[in-house]
T-cell receptor, first 109, second 113 residues
Framework: GQNIDQPTEMTATEGAIVQINCTYQTSGFNGLFWYQQHAGEAPTFLSYNVLDGLEEKGRFSSFLSRSKGYSYLLLKELQMKDSASYLC??????????FGGGTRLMVKP | DAGVTQSPTHLIKTRGQQVTLRCSPK?????VSWYQQALGQGPQFIFQYYEEEERQRGNFPDRFSGHQFPNYSSELNVNALLLGDSALYLC????????????FGPGTRLTVL
């Protein structure tokens, strides 16, 4: 079966850096996605990794190690508006996304 | 450029009733996926439609069915509603290929009483 694990909650301070980890065990792998979801809203796409290494996009970076079944999302210069849930999702064979339970990030002043 | 749209925004039904939710994909997209998201959890894949056919299905009972129209819009139907069907139903659209990014609509909040 498939299993995607990420911490349930994290707290960080405005202006700081936070790293949200995701480990996965899936029967197939066709890429890993990170989405941001504010309460009551739709998930919005942040990043996509299919090869090992770091992808940087502004204040957000995402890393993937396929051999370790591991990814992280790095958020720099945290802002209050970054308070949201962050969803790690693996695309297996076909087009189906399997999501973790999400990490609720609270940014404090 | 219109993004993914869904209707209605909210819906309240009672147990045993049937419901139809609607989704219009992002312009240029031809593939629609449906997800169920219970409160405090990640979305769970229901099924995906491409070229008016169900291409892939998750672990959901036959009470969940769908349809895709020639203009790529889609419907999700749920029969014999249970209390446990209360959730946010998300539609995501993408373009064809297996690795294309899925973009989500705002969702329909379904409450079953």
């Amino acid at each position: 079966g498939q299993n995607i694990d990420q911490p349930t909650e994290m707290t960080a301070t405005e202006g700081a850096i936070v790293q949200i980890n995701c480990t996965y065990q899936t029967s197939g792998f066709n890429g890993l996605f990170w989405y941001q979801q504010h309460a009551g809203e739709a998930p919005t796409f942040l990043s996509y990794n299919v090869l090992d290494g770091l992808e940087e996009k502004g204040r957000f970076s995402s890393f993937l190690s396929r051999s370790k079944g591991y990814s992280y999302l790095l958020l720099k210069e945290l802002q209050m508006k970054d308070s949201a849930s962050y969803l790690c999702a693996v695309k297996e064979a076909g087009n189906m996304l399997t999501f973790g339970g999400g990490t609720r990030l609270m940014v404090k002043p | 450029d219109a993004g993914v749209t869904q209707s209605p925004t909210h819906l309240i039904k009672t147990r045993g009733q049937q419901v139809t939710l609607r989704c219009s994909p992002k312009s240029g997209h031809d593939t629609v996926s449906w997800y169920q998201q219970a409160l405090g959890q990640g979305p769970q894949f229901i099924f995906q439609y491409y070229e008016e056919e169900e291409r892939q299905r998750g672990n959901f009972p036959d009470r969940f069915s769908g349809h895709q129209f020639p203009n790529y819009s889609s419907e999700l139907n749920v029969n014999a509603l249970l209390l446990g069907d209360s959730a946010l139903y998300l539609c995501a659209s993408s373009f064809g290929s297996d690795t294309d990014t899925q973009y989500f609509g705002p969702g329909t909040r379904l409450t079953v009483l």
